[in-house]
Every structure is written in C-alpha cells, then in structure tokens.
C-alpha cells in the first residue's frame, strides 16, 4: 500500500511544528499495525527525521468498532483537525460529530 500523499503532509507538518500530534481511527483496530508499520517504511525510513508515531484507536485486538470515531475524537482538542477518510455513506455522521466537538473538519473525496 502506499503511504499516501496525506499521511506525508500531516507527519511533514509535525516535522515543521505545526501540527503537535497526529490521530487515527479506523473501524478495525486490528488493521491498525499493519498502518503503522506502512507508515513507518513508507515515510519514516524514507524521508530525513519524519516521526511517524500517533495515538491509533480503537485498540488493535478490536476486529470492527463503527463507532471508533467517537475514541479518536475524545483524545483530540477544540480546534484541531480531522480529515475524514471514510465511505461517502459515513461522513455525515463522523463530521457532526467532529464539528459538535469543536473540530475542524476536512472531508476527503
């Protein structure tokens, strides 16, 4: 899988300090090693000091959570970002509740 054109500016941004930590959810956590282990030779082997570590929810021995969403936006703050990457069917849903948290919300197409 590649590591995608996001996830290479969300970890560059943190390099920068623009970003103070980085999030992610997936409804099956036990998806979520084989993410972080892509990130890591996709983007931290490949580029000069890209720290490729996040807070990942909901835990990896969790096979399907359609709520997981609801973790990751409780480890976040009023005024970060979310950038949801979910089928068209669930952004509604996802991005209230972002928005309700006082996220700022990007919804990727």
């Not at 996001?6 to 560059?12: E, K, L, N």
């Not at 999030?23 to 099956?28: M, P």
């Not at 929810?57 to 703050?77: Q, T």
């Amino acid at each position: 899988k590649p590591a995608g054109v996001i996830g290479i500016c969300f970890v560059d941004m943190r390099r920068r300090g623009l970003l103070e930590k980085l999030v992610l959810v997936d409804a099956c956590g036990t998806k979520l090693p084989v993410v972080r282990q892509t990130m890591h030779q996709k983007i931290g082997e490949a580029y000069k000091d890209m720290d490729t570590t996040m807070q990942t929810f909901p835990e990896d021995s969790v096979e399907f959570d359609p709520r997981a969403y609801k973790l990751g936006i409780a480890a976040m703050n009023k005024g970060d970002v979310a950038t949801i990457f979910t089928p068209d069917d669930t952004h509604f849903e996802i991005a209230l509740a972002c928005i309700e948290a006082g996220l700022h919300v990007l919804i990727a197409k």
